[in-house]
C-alpha cells in the first residue's frame, strides 16, 4: 500500500467516472460511492505507518516527494470521509440536473487534489495539488451559473493572488537553500535571520489566510458558499477551506518550527496571528445574524469558526494547538451537516434557501431537523457536542496565557452565533408551516444517511473526545510540543481537568428524571399549529412570518458598525484597476497609423535622450 | 463514594427548596412595596401542584422535549455549582462548562417555543436572547476578570482562596466587577426592569404564552433554578462562598432581598434601553475590572 497508488485511484477514479457517466448514469453513480469509499478504507489502513517515497526529474529535476505523518492522516481521513458523505449525498440531489458527469469529475479531483496536498512532502508538488485545487474548486463554485459565475471569480482571483505570494515564498526559499523539501528546509531555517523568518511566515501567510478566509482576506467565501451546490458547500466548508489551517500548521509547526515561531524577537507574529483570529471571530458572526439567506448565514459562520481554528493554533502552546486541530475537525463535521440539512429543505422545497420564506418543517422532514439541531449544538459548542471540547481547549489556553481580552473575543463570538443559529433553525424547522408546503416528504435515504452519521460523529466526539485527542496528541509530540495528558473523556492538568462522561451521565440521568416527571403530569392534548393563544385576537394563518426581521432592535443599534468595509474596499480597487485598464485600452485605436506614430514617437524621445544625455 | 451520591441527590433538592422559596418571598417583598398584603410565602408550591393536575395543549414533540432540555440543563448546572463546601461534580471543567451549561435552559426554551407558533413567543424569544446577548457581554468579562485574577478555571479553587485570604468583593480590583455582576444580576433573572421578555402585559409572558398545566409548572421550577443558579454564582465568586450550607443560604439570601428591593421600584425597560443600560455602566465596570486586573497580574 504505498501513496502513489492512493493518488492514483483518486485522480484515475476521477476520470474513470467521468467516462463512466458517459455510458450509463446509474453505473457513474455507483463508481463514484465505490471510489470514494476505497479512499477511505485506503487512507484508514494507513493509520500509524509513515512511508516517504520520492520521485526524480520529473520538474526541472526536482524531486517530487510523497510522504504520510501523523498530521497528514488526521486531514486525509477527515477529507476522504467527508468526501464519501457528500458524494452520497449528492446522489439524489444532483439526479436530474445536467452536467453531472462534470460534477462528479470536478468533486472527486478536488477530493483528491486535497489528498495530494497533505501527502506532497516539497513545496512543488503541494503547489502544484495546490492549483488543481483551486481550480477545480471554482469549476464547481460557478457551476450553477448566473451569480454563481461572479462568486467563482471572485474566488479564483482571490486564489490566484495567495497562490502568487506562495510562489514568491517558494522561490525566495529554492534560491537561499536550494531545496524545496519541506523536512530539509525546516533542519536548515534555524540559521536563518529573524527578519527572513518573518517575511517566510508573512507570505505563505497570506496564501494560507486566504485560503482560510483569515479577516481580511474573507472576502471570497460568502458568495462562494451560498452559490456552490450544497453538497459541495460541505466539501469546500468542511475541509477546503481548512487547507488553510493545514498550510498554517505545516508553515509554523513543520518548516518554520516551533521555537522559531513564538520567540518574541519576531515581531510577535503569533500574537498579531491571534488577534487577527479573534476578529475574525466576532465581527463575521454579528455579520451572520443579519442574513436572510441560509446558506450565507453558515457561511459567515464558516469565517468566524476558522477564527478559533487560527486562536487556537496562533498561540503556540500544547492545548491551544489541540484545540486548533481538534476544531478543525469538529467544524468540518458540523458545518457539513448544516449545509446537508438546508441542502435536503432546498431539494424538497424547490431550491428554496430564504429563512424567511421556509417554517414549520419539523414535522415533515424529521431527520434534516436533527441534524440541524445538532449541527448548531456544536456550532455553538453546547456541551456533550464535539465543538465544546475543542472550544474550551481554546478558551483554556487563552485564560491560561492571560489574555482574557482574546478569549473575550471567542467566548462572545459563540453567544453571537447562538442569536443567529437559532434563527437559522427556527426559521426552516419550527414555527408556522406554510400551506404551500404541505405535502413535503422527508428527505430521500441517500440524503438521510450521511445526515445520520454526521450526527451521530458529534455526539461520539462529544461524550468520548479521547478518540481524536490521541491522534492528536500523536501530531503535537511531532511538532515538538510536550505530550497532554489524555483519557477516553477528556484532559486531566492541573489548573482545571475536562470530564465528558460527567457530564454526559449527569445530563442523561436529569434527563430521565424531568422527563418521568413530566409523564407523570396531567396528559397535554395536541393541538394543530393555528390553535394558539394570542390575547383574544385573531392569529392570521399563513399572513405573515413571526421572525422575519427577527432580531429587529439589536439590527437597529448594530447595523452601522457591520458593513463589509473590506469587501467594499476590494471592489474599489477592482474597479479602480478596470478604469484605469479602460483608458489604457484607448491606446490600442486599431488603426495601423496610430501605432506607426507611436513608434515614431518613442524613437524620437529616444534620439531625443540622447542628443541631450549622451547615455549610449 | 456514598457521600458523593448524596450530594448529588442532595444540592437540587436544597436548590429547588431555595429557588421557590426566593420566588414566594419576590412576591411577598414586592407586594410589600406595592403596600399590598401579598400572597402567603407557599403560593408557588400551590400553584405547582395545582398545574400539575391540570390539562395543557402541545404543540408537538420539540414543544415538550425543549422544557424538558430547559429544566434539565438548570438542575445539572447546580451539580457544578459549590453550595457551601458541596460541590458533587467539581473536578468536570469549570467555570467555563458552567456557562456552557446555562445555555441549555434559554436554548431549550427557545426551541420548544419556536414550536408554539405564536407571535407573542416568537416576541418573548427574540427579546430574551437579544437581552442574553446584553448581559453576556459584561458577564463574561466579569468572570474573565476572576479567572484571570485567581489563574484558574476551576470554580472551587476560587472559592478556595477566597476562604483562606479575602472575599473577591472587597478585594481591589474585582470589587469593580462585583459591582458590575450585581448591576447586571436583574437582567440575569429576568426580574423588573428586565422583564422584558416575559412582560405580561405586552405579550402574555412571551415564551410561556402556549404553555398550561404542567409545562407551567416546569417553566416556574426551572425559574426557580435559575434564581438560585445565578445567585449562587455571585456569592461564589465574590462573597467567598461559605463553609457550611447555612450562611451561604444566609448570603443568598441578602444579595436576593438587596436586589430586589432596589429593582422592584423601577419600570420595565424597553429592549433598546436595556441593551444601552447593559452596554454602558456594567460593562464599563466590568472592563476597567479586567483591565486593571491583567496589569496587576502581569
Known amino acids: 500500500m504505498s501513496l502513489e497508488i492512493l493518488l492514483i485511484t483518486a485522480f484515475g477514479g476521477a476520470l474513470l467516472t467521468y467516462l463512466a457517466g458517459k ?11 465505490v471510489i470514494s469509499l476505497v479512499l477511505v478504507v485506503f487512507v484508514a489502513c494507513l493509520y500509524g505507518k509513515a512511508p516517504e517515497k520520492t520521485f526524480y526529474s520529473v520538474f526541472f529535476g526536482i524531486p517530487f516527494i510523497l510522504r504520510l505523518n501523523m498530521l497528514s492522516w488526521f486531514f486525509a481521513i477527515a477529507i476522504s470521509s467527508l468526501g464519501a458523505l457528500c458524494t452520497i449525498f449528492s446522489l439524489s440531489y444532483m439526479k436530474g440536473r445536467e452536467r453531472t458527469n462534470f460534477y462528479y469529475l470536478t468533486m472527486l479531483v478536488v477530493n483528491a487534489a486535497m489528498l495530494g496536498i497533505i501527502l506532497a512532502g516539497d513545496l512543488v508538488s503541494f503547489y502544484i495539488f495546490w492549483e488543481i485545487m483551486s481550480w477545480s474548486t471554482f469549476l464547481l463554485i460557478s457551476y450553477n451559473k448566473g451569480p454563481a459565475l461572479a462568486a467563482g471569480m471572485k474566488y479564483i482571483i482571490m486564489s490566484i493572488v495567495g497562490s502568487l505570494a506562495m510562489l514568491v515564498g517558494m522561490l525566495s526559499l529554492y534560491t537561499t537553500y536550494g531545496t524545496l523539501n519541506i523536512s530539509e528546509i525546516s533542519a536548515v531555517i534555524a540559521s536563518a535571520s529573524s527578519g527572513y523568518i518573518l517575511f517566510i511566515l508573512i507570505i505563505f501567510g497570506i496564501a494560507f489566510g486566504i485560503k482560510n478566509a483569515v479577516m481580511p482576506l474573507h472576502t471570497w467565501l460568502p458568495d462562494s458558499y451560498a452559490e456552490a451546490p450544497s453538497p459541495f458547500t460541505a466539501v469546500l466548508s468542511g475541509m477546503l477551506t481548512r487547507m488553510g489551517v493545514y498550510g498554517f500548521l505545516l508553515l509554523m509547526y513543520v518548516i518554520v518550527g516551533l521555537h522559531n515561531v513564538i520567540t518574541p524577537r519576531l515581531l510577535s507574529y503569533h500574537y498579531i496571528l491571534a488577534w487577527l483570529g479573534a476578529i475574525t471571530i466576532v465581527i463575521p458572526t454579528f455579520i451572520a445574524m443579519l442574513q436572510n439567506d441560509a446558506k450565507k448565514l453558515l457561511a459567515w459562520h464558516g469565517i468566524g469558526q476558522g477564527g478559533y481554528m487560527i486562536l487556537g493554533i496562533a498561540f503556540g502552546t500544547s492545548l491551544g494547538v489541540a484545540g486548533g486541530i481538534f476544531h478543525t475537525l469538529n467544524h468540518a463535521i458540523y458545518i457539513a451537516l448544516l449545509f446537508m440539512s438546508v441542502g435536503a429543505v432546498q431539494y424538497r422545497t424547490g431550491g428554496e434557501r430564504d429563512l424567511n420564506s421556509l417554517g414549520g418543517l419539523i414535522k415533515k422532514m424529521p431527520i434534516a431537523f436533527i441534524g440541524g439541531l445538532l449541527g448548531i449544538a456544536g456550532l455553538m459548542g453546547v456541551p456533550l457536542t464535539n465543538g465544546f471540547v475543542s472550544k474550551w481547549l481554546i478558551y483554556k489556553t487563552l485564560i491560561l496565557q492571560r489574555s482574557p481580552f482574546l478569549a473575550f473575543a471567542a467566548l462572545i463570538g459563540t453567544w453571537g452565533t447562538i442569536l443567529s443559529v437559532y434563527k437559522f433553525l427556527h426559521n426552516m424547522f419550527l414555527g408556522q408551516l406554510p400551506e404551500k408546503y404541505e405535502n413535503v416528504k422527508p428527505a430521500p435515504f441517500s440524503m438521510q444517511l450521511p445526515i445520520i452519521i454526521l450526527s ?9 473526545p479521547g478518540i481524536v485527542l490521541k491522534v492528536i496528541n500523536a501530531i503535537e509530540t511531532s511538532f515538538g510540543f510536550e505530550s497532554l495528558n489524555v ?3 477528556g484532559i486531566t492538568s492541573e489548573s482545571g481537568t475536562l470530564n465528558t462522561i460527567n457530564i454526559f451521565f449527569a445530563v442523561l440521568i436529569v434527563g430521565i428524571i424531568v422527563w418521568t416527571v413530566f409523564r407523570l403530569g396531567a396528559k397535554s392534548v395536541s393541538v394543530r399549529q393555528d390553535d394558539s393563544y394570542a390575547a383574544g385576537a385573531h392569529i392570521p394563518k399563513d399572513k405573515y412570518h413571526y421572525t422575519s426581521e427577527f432580531y429587529n432592535p439589536l439590527y437597529r443599534m448594530i447595523k452601522p458598525f457591520l458593513r463589509d468595509v473590506i469587501d467594499e474596499f476590494y471592489y474599489w480597487i477592482a474597479s479602480s484597476v478596470q478604469r484605469l485598464s479602460g483608458s489604457v485600452r484607448r491606446v490600442y485605436a486599431g488603426d495601423v497609423g496610430y501605432y506607426v506614430m507611436y513608434i515614431i514617437l518613442f524613437l524620437a524621445f529616444l534620439i531625443f535622450v540622447q542628443l541631450k544625455w549622451k547615455l549610449w | 463514594m456514598v457521600t458523593k451520591v448524596m450530594q448529588i441527590i442532595l444540592s437540587p433538592v436544597l436548590a429547588l427548596i431555595v429557588g421557590v422559596f426566593f420566588l414566594g418571598l419576590a412576591r411577598k417583598i414586592i407586594a410589600r412595596i406595592h403596600w399590598r398584603y401579598g400572597p402567603p410565602l407557599v403560593q408557588p408550591v400551590i400553584d405547582m401542584i395545582r398545574l400539575f393536575y391540570q390539562k395543557s395543549v402541545s404543540h408537538g414533540r420539540m414543544f415538550d422535549l425543549g422544557i424538558i432540555l430547559s429544566l434539565a440543563g438548570s438542575i445539572v448546572v447546580v451539580l457544578f455549582l459549590p453550595f457551601g463546601k458541596m460541590c458533587p461534580l467539581s473536578s468536570s471543567g469549570g467555570l467555563l462548562v458552567i456557562l456552557y451549561i446555562m445555555l441549555l435552559a434559554p436554548l431549550g426554551m ?9 407571535p407573542n413567543i416568537s416576541i418573548g424569544i427574540s427579546r430574551k436572547l437579544i437581552l442574553s446577548l446584553g448581559y453576556e457581554v459584561p458577564l463574561l468579562l466579569v468572570l474573565l476578570a476572576v479567572m484571570t485574577h485567581y489563574k484558574t478555571i476551576s470554580i472551587m479553587e476560587v472559592v478556595n482562596v477566597q476562604q483562606s ?24 433573572l429576568g426580574i423588573r426592569p428586565f422583564d422584558v421578555s416575559s412582560a405580561p ?28 443558579i445565578s445567585i449562587a454564582l455571585f456569592v461564589n465568586l465574590f462573597l467567598g462562598g461559605a463553609a457550611n450550607p447555612v450562611i451561604f443560604f444566609v448570603k443568598m439570601l441578602v444579595v436576593f432581598v438587596l436586589g430586589l428591593c432596589i429593582n422592584a421600584v423601577f419600570p420595565r425597560f424597553r429592549i433598546e434601553q436595556a441593551i444601552k443600560y447593559l452596554w454602558k455602566w456594567p460593562t464599563l465596570l466590568a472592563f476597567l475590572g479586567l483591565i486593571i486586573t491583567m496589569a496587576i497580574r502581569s
Do not use: C
Not at chain 1, 451521530?456 to 468520548?464: E, P, R, V
Not at chain 2, 485570604?165 to 440575569?188: E, K, N, Q, V
Not at chain 2, 405586552?202 to 438560585?228: C, N
Open chain 2, 110 to 118: 427557545a426551541l420548544s417555543g419556536g414550536e408554539g407558533a405564536n
Open chain 1, 456 to 464: 451521530a460523529a458529534i455526539l461520539l466526539f462529544g461524550i468520548l
Open chain 2, 201 to 228: 402585559q405586552e405579550i402574555s409572558s412571551g415564551p410561556m404564552a402556549e404553555y398550561g398545566g404542567k409545562y407551567l409548572a416546569l417553566a416556574t421550577i426551572e425559574h426557580a433554578f435559575v434564581l438560585f
Open chain 1, 487 to 489: 483519557t477516553l473523556w
Open chain 1, 23 to 33: 455510458v450509463s448514469y446509474k453505473g457513474r453513480d455507483f463508481l463514484a460511492v
Open chain 2, 165 to 188: 485570604t479575602s472575599w473577591s468583593i472587597i478585594s481591589f480590583p474585582l470589587f469593580l466587577s462585583g459591582l458590575s455582576y450585581f448591576l447586571i444580576l436583574p437582567a440575569i
